[in-house]
């Protein structure tokens, strides 16, 4: 036995080497390959186990310090193996503020995952939290491996759970082939990722089951983000009139009805079988009745109309009805108009002279003017320069750039060649977030497309201009949004921000001059060029022009991906085009530019959308993440919540960044759980203070905003958990549950209890063991008589 053992090792580790070798072969041995190595070798092996990294220290030139350092500072890599399957619990701003910790807390539960594990008993399910996962309107969002599940409450894990399983046991069978008469027209279906989450890929599928059950070959086209992320899965309904009807939130079971109003089926027999069918089947379940088709267009459309009426599409153009990877249709929409005319119509000097004249300021953090940007770049006379795209949109509650990637692609990398042409690049690099794999996935299919085209690579549209740009997969890191960060990870190091000057326009990626643009201010220079900067001049404020795109999420009832002029104002954004708050709740707070950004309250929400105005009340306009806060929302956990996720992402390479930061947190800890005194909010206010003046680069700069915007203008939240009181109910350590007269014994509680705390007892007033209660809201969601609140713990200690 012993034997065969040692033979079974041996056999193991021959094979991992043989898998190691071959990733190596295929991506390189230089220092600068380690992170897409290790990406690769988890992709593998699920973690990176010691024989595979032994052997990286064999055949390439990284060495133990470097692999060490590297694989230990991004969040992505893991040294320890998990499970068959990662379930992955967003914990951005928007899922923060619907219960995502409480969706954590019941995952673990329902799998029985021991309290120092992340994996199950039976290896199948590992569990994690993560940053965000772009999905903020869908809020609390889970996703199993590849599958995204939007709207996941801590009552419904088990679904969700079963639903997965279901999904990977069930066998995929192949479908008959059926004759099709070929019809006019088309059927547009969001497939964004948000889209694909609220179901769309099962719509698609429906669709192309029911035209071949009807016999209907009609266009089913996939396009990208259609913006309005709450009302997915939508589809529309192009006649041959070219006549738009829109349904929004369908459901599989509609789609038969749909087809059947717009289309007629193939042929005699199966419009005849199909009508008789349908009747039938009406006449048993009457589910046509509420079928979306006959709901008036008013109640179908009225939402999405309010929604767009106030956008300005630019950065978004052709919303709705590009295919993300059309290369034609995007052409024939007027795409590479602009860099066909860069190339035959302009010097370089003249195309950054009108990004300059246009106003255009970067998307992505706080507004430095894009064409100063290209200016420098290009004022370099050395051969090797490089354009980078910073898709690393690390902040919570934000999604812009993923949508802007998996709908735009075309647009983007067209305004990044712009950029290489005026600024005597030769080569880009996107730089993108490994947890976007859609976005990944199309980036690279788009870059294909225009290399075969000559838009990409040697001589682009027969000019001498040569430009190539490739991918880089982020590792999972915040403070890689930062640019010298970014370009760090590039290289093959952690990503620690450097000291400036130098600037990466004068010496960056490997030494030579660099353009670090984020993905919106890209996806906006072709509309320039075209359209002339005197036209994007005109939309906008003084000192702000053109449009930003946002992510509108939180406690609002439309929330989604909006593109708006600059100058609107927040109140127009909520009201106009979000519809409001949620639920009839007050407005509190609007929570913008993530965790560098602040919170901005109800009070001075007449504010305009504007770069200069935002900083003036202490926030920024940072990626564009617009989070809505009602007064069920804690101020002090708000900051709470953002304080840790910086000291989290926090590179620790200064001081003042890495200790004072885990000092204001410490404050902060105290304050949520009632053991704060009056004197540590002014300690917390001096502290926010030197680590905004003294840190090194923008994260340690920006990271205390919102805990300075919500003492400014939330102080007295602060003085009242000083007190032991959360007025909102939302800091678990200050309140209990507790159940009123109200209650009629109805058990539904009771059964609802993950931790058996309400005692079986039908037809009784219910009672709740506080010892074992872990206040996690189920009881409250399942209550239809309103007889379980929360209670303010002093209270409680008082009466008893």
């Known amino acids: 036995m012993a034997c065969n053992c040692e033979n079974n090792d041996k056999e193991t580790l021959e094979l991992t080497i043989s898998k190691v070798?071959?990733?190596?072969?295929?991506?390189?041995?230089?220092?600068?390959?380690?992170?897409?190595?290790?990406?690769?070798?988890?992709?593998?092996?699920?973690?990176?186990?010691?024989?595979?990294?032994?052997?990286?220290?064999?055949?390439?030139?990284?060495?133990?310090?470097?692999?060490?350092?590297?694989?230990?500072?991004?969040?992505?890599?893991?040294?320890?193996?998990?499970?068959?399957?990662l379930i992955k619990v967003c914990a951005g701003t928007a899922c923060h503020v619907k219960g995502a910790n409480n969706v954590y807390d019941s995952f673990r539960r329902e799998l029985k995952i021991e309290d120092k594990s992340v994996t199950t008993e039976d290896q199948n399910f590992s569990i994690e939290k993560v940053a965000c996962l772009g999905c903020c309107t869908l809020a609390p969002v889970v996703q199993i491996d590849d599958k995204i599940y939007g709207h996941v409450l801590p009552g419904k894990v088990n679904e969700v759970i079963d639903d997965f399983l279901e999904q990977e046991n069930q066998e995929e069978k192949e479908e008959a082939k059926k004759s099709k008469t070929r019809v006019p027209g088309e059927i547009r279906l969001g497939m964004g990722s948000c889209c694909q989450a609220s179901g769309s890929t099962?719509?698609?599928?429906?669709?192309?089951?029911?035209?071949?059950?009807?016999?209907?070959?009609?266009?089913?086209k996939s396009v990208g983000c259609v913006g309005v992320c709450n009302k997915v899965p939508l589809i529309d309904v192009v006649d041959e009139n070219s006549v738009i009807t829109r349904y929004p939130n369908v459901k599989p079971e509609e789609i038969k009805e749909i087809l059947h109003h717009h289309f007629k089926p193939g042929s005699f027999f199966k419009r005849v079988k199909n009508k008789l069918f349908n009747e039938i089947d009406t006449y048993h379940t009457d589910q046509t009745w509420d079928n979306v088709i006959w709901k008036p267009e008013n109640e179908r459309t009225g939402v999405i109309n309010t929604f767009l009426s106030e956008q300005k599409h630019i950065a978004t153009e052709g919303y709705g009805y590009l295919a993300p990877l059309n290369l034609d249709e995007y052409i024939g929409f007027g795409g590479f108009e602009a860099l066909k005319k860069s190339l035959s119509e302009y010097e370089p000097n003249q195309v950054v002279q009108t990004i300059l004249e246009s106003g255009l300021r970067g998307r992505g953090g706080g507004g430095f003017p894009t064409g100063k940007k290209w200016e420098l770049v290009a004022?370099?006379?050395?051969?090797?320069?490089?354009?980078?795209?910073?898709?690393?949109e690390g902040d919570p509650g934000a999604f812009m750039d993923r949508m802007i990637l998996e709908s735009y692609p075309f647009r983007v990398i067209e305004g990044m060649i712009i950029a290489g042409y005026a600024t005597g690049a030769n080569k880009g690099v996107f730089y993108i977030r490994a947890e976007y794999p859609l976005a990944v996935k199309r980036i690279r299919t788009a870059l294909l497309l225009c290399k075969e085209r000559n838009l990409l690579g040697e001589n682009i549209n027969g000019s001498s201009f040569s430009f190539d740009i490739e991918i880089f997969e982020g590792a999972g890191a915040f403070v890689c949004g930062e640019e010298t960060a970014l370009i760090g990870s590039i290289e093959g190091e952690r990503?620690?921000?450097?000291?400036?000057?130098?600037?990466?326009?004068?010496?960056?990626?490997?030494?030579?001059?660099?353009?670090?643009?984020?993905?919106?201010?890209?996806?906006?220079?072709?509309?320039?060029?075209?359209?002339?900067?005197?036209?994007?001049?005109?939309?906008?404020?003084?000192?702000?022009?053109?449009?930003?795109?946002?992510?509108?999420?939180?406690?609002?009832?439309?929330?989604?991906?909006?593109?708006?002029?600059m100058g609107i104002t927040l109140n127009q954004i909520i009201e106009d085009i979000g519809g409001g708050v949620e639920g009839g709740q007050k407005l509190k707070a609007v929570q913008i530019g993530g965790p560098s950004g602040g919170c901005i309250p109800a009070s001075l929400c007449d504010v305009k959308v504007d770069f200069d105005a935002f900083n003036q009340m202490g926030a920024m306009m940072g990626s564009g993440g617009l989070v809505v806060l009602s007064d069920n929302d804690c101020m002090v956990d708000m900051a709470r919540y953002f304080l840790s996720f910086t000291c989290e992402e926090s590179c620790g390479k200064c001081t003042f960044c890495r200790v004072g930061i885990r000092r204001m947190l410490d404050i902060l800890d105290r304050l949520c759980t009632g053991k704060a005194v009056m004197e540590d909010i002014d300690k917390l206010e001096e502290l926010a203070n030197n680590v905004k003046k003294s840190s090194l680069c923008g994260l340690g700069k920006t990271a205390p905003n919102p805990v300075l915007t919500t003492l400014k203008y939330f102080r007295h939240e602060y003085e009242e958990h000083v007190n032991g009181l959360c007025k909102t109910g939302t800091c678990k350590d200050l309140i209990?549950?507790?159940?009123?007269?109200?209650?009629?014994?109805?058990?539904?509680?009771?059964?609802?209890?993950?931790?058996?705390?309400?005692?079986y007892t039908p037809y009784e007033l219910h009672t709740i063991d506080t010892d074992l209660c872990v206040k996690c809201g189920l009881c409250i969601d399942e209550c239809s008589y309103d007889a379980i609140k929360k209670v303010p713990l002093k209270d409680s200690v008082l009466t008893e």
Do not use: W
């Open 379 to 392: 004022a370099s006379d050395q051969t090797d320069k490089y354009i980078i795209c910073n898709g690393d």
């Open 202 to 220: 099962d719509i698609y599928k429906q669709l192309q089951q029911t035209s071949d059950e009807l016999g209907i070959d009609v266009t089913i």
């Open 21 to 85: 070798d071959a990733i190596i072969e295929r991506i390189g041995t230089q220092r600068s390959t380690i992170i897409p190595l290790l990406q690769a070798l988890q992709e593998e092996f699920s973690y990176l186990p010691a024989d595979a990294i032994n052997r990286v220290y064999e055949k390439t030139e990284i060495d133990r310090a470097q692999l060490i350092s590297v694989s230990t500072f991004y969040s992505q890599f893991r040294h320890i193996p998990y499970g068959k399957h």
């Open 736 to 759: 209990t549950y507790t159940v009123t007269n109200d209650c009629i014994g109805c058990t539904k509680c009771a059964k609802a209890c993950p931790v058996d705390a309400i005692p």
């Open 495 to 565: 990503g620690f921000p450097k000291q400036r000057p130098p600037y990466p326009a004068v010496a960056g990626l490997n030494g030579k001059p660099t353009l670090v643009n984020n993905v919106e201010s890209l996806s906006q220079i072709s509309f320039i060029i075209n359209k002339g900067q005197q036209k994007y001049q005109n939309i906008g404020t003084q000192n702000s022009k053109g449009t930003k795109v946002f992510a509108l999420a939180g406690k609002i009832r439309n929330g989604g991906l909006i593109e708006v002029p």
